[in-house]
């Protein structure tokens, strides 16, 4: 398997799937913007507010997972992504991934303390492509 063909099909996507696990243990899942920032498959960023379920969720149990989708006229491609996701609330990280057009969900810029940062590191994935899977792991 290529890992460049899974990132370059990552990328492409405008979407993505969000998985965090409540406080009952249950699955939970959200879709969101596509990634801000994509460091290789190995860690992905994505923005989001402070004071959202999914942060508190995160702070309580970092395993998490992502999954891309597109569907085609004739085929469909997936991929799933396990890992664990930090939260990040300094200046620093937030400042990374700030667009300029954030204002609109953030009044108070690029400090607001309700904006903050999420980051997903992977460690293993799944591939679905023309009704065949494969699962692959990621090197940090």
């Known amino acids: ?10 990328r492409k996507q405008k979407v993505a799937f969000i998985c965090s696990v409540d406080e009952e243990g249950f699955p939970n899942v959200k879709a969101m913007l596509k990634p801000r920032n994509i460091d290789g498959m190995q860690r992905f960023y994505f923005s989001t507010n402070t004071s959202s379920m999914r942060v508190k969720q ?22 799933m992504l396990k890992g664990k996701i930090e939260v990040f609330t300094n200046q620093e990280a937030k400042d990374m991934i700030w667009l300029k057009g954030d204002t609109v969900f953030y009044k108070g ?21 023309d009704l065949k899977t494969e699962s692959f792991s990621i090197d940090q």
């Open 1 to 10: 398997m290529d890992i460049n063909i899974i990132e370059n099909f990552i």
């Open 58 to 79: 995160y702070r309580n149990n970092p395993n998490a997972c992502i999954y891309f989708y597109h569907k085609g006229l004739i085929k469909n491609v997936g991929v």
């Open 109 to 129: 810029g690029v400090t607001n303390p309700d904006y903050c940062v999420l980051r997903f590191r992977a460690e293993s994935g799944r591939y679905y492509c």
